[in-house]
DNA sequence: ATTATTACTTTTGTTTTGCAAGCAAAGATA
DNA sequence: TATCTTTGCTTGCAAAACAAAAGTAATAAT
């Protein structure tokens, strides 16, 4: 597949597939909240529209970004996964965290306070490498398979 | 100003301000192009149309992202540059950068290669404060003033 | 066999983005 | 001092993205 790029700068380019209003937001869902149906994502507190759902999740796969599966014993439910290419945003996710919780809260009163942010600030790396661990380690269990299944 | 948030995520509002096509990457102009007046925005690379840019230019401002001031001695030029809280997306970009670089390069054939993102993956906060910093230093020389002068 | 659930698609309307042209104020030039 | 150029926009219109609501087909549960 072609993609159009702005420029031949790496930060537009990257955001030339991620930056509109929903791709990251749905990259957080699967990894964060742990959403992986099409149904999990439909119920999430941002209340995405159906139709754009169905197009953004069809844009990331063909980005590479996710895989579409299936359980071997549903043929109804489809399993919206996270690729390498998708767990290496982690980083990305992190500091928008950061940056959301340093600089947002004046605006966005409501906004989720969370222990967990301070272990996150302590050692960002640390946390994404946990985060991925984590993700990797859930998704073994959904599928019954091992660590390599994403690779 | 009030602005309209999906939810109580703090990853969710932070891609409410920061979630589309130009926002992020006007940042980065300033930051790491030195963009500074209305003008050379317009000049970049990403081509931006001008209706859009004097939009964006105006959010940013309202959001406390940049200021807009004069230099004394011409009424024409406007400045335009980053808050604490703009210089605070420093780590956003840098994260957007290695990801870049590391997982489009397939996607986008012509895209920039730069010694600098190797530096950059070795010590991510180290580049950072040295971005801030950089940034800073400029500022006061074109202002006239010292490194408070953004505070 | 009937009902409910899941994963969409379709339709229609609104908002955002983009292109091209135009324009006023300030500054430079003759 | 008059006019030419530069800067920083605004306006009008077309295209693309986003959104709400309803509808549909396949599968699964009862």
Chains 1, 2 share one sequence.
Not at 30 to 44: A, G
Not at 63 to 82: F, M, R
């Amino acid at each position: 597949m072609e993609y159009k790029f702005r420029s031949e700068c790496p930060i537009t380019s990257a955001l030339d597939i991620l930056g509109d209003k929903w791709i990251l937001v749905i990259i957080k869902l699967m990894l964060i909240q742990d959403k992986k149906t099409f149904k999990e994502f439909t119920e999430s507190d941002e209340a995405i529209a159906t139709n754009i759902l169905a197009s953004k999740l069809k844009y990331l796969e063909e980005v590479g970004i996710i895989t579409k599966s299936q359980l071997p014993d549903n043929k109804k439910t489809n399993l919206y996964l996270l690729t390498e290419k998708g767990l290496a945003l982690t980083p990305i996710i992190v500091e928008l965290s950061v940056w959301s919780d340093e600089n947002l809260r004046e605006h966005n009163k409501i906004m989720k306070e969370s222990p967990e942010i301070e272990i996150m600030k302590s050692d960002k790396a640390a946390f994404v490498k946990m985060k991925q661990k984590n993700y990797k380690a859930k998704i073994a269990l959904i599928t019954g398979l091992k660590d390599n299944s994403l690779k």
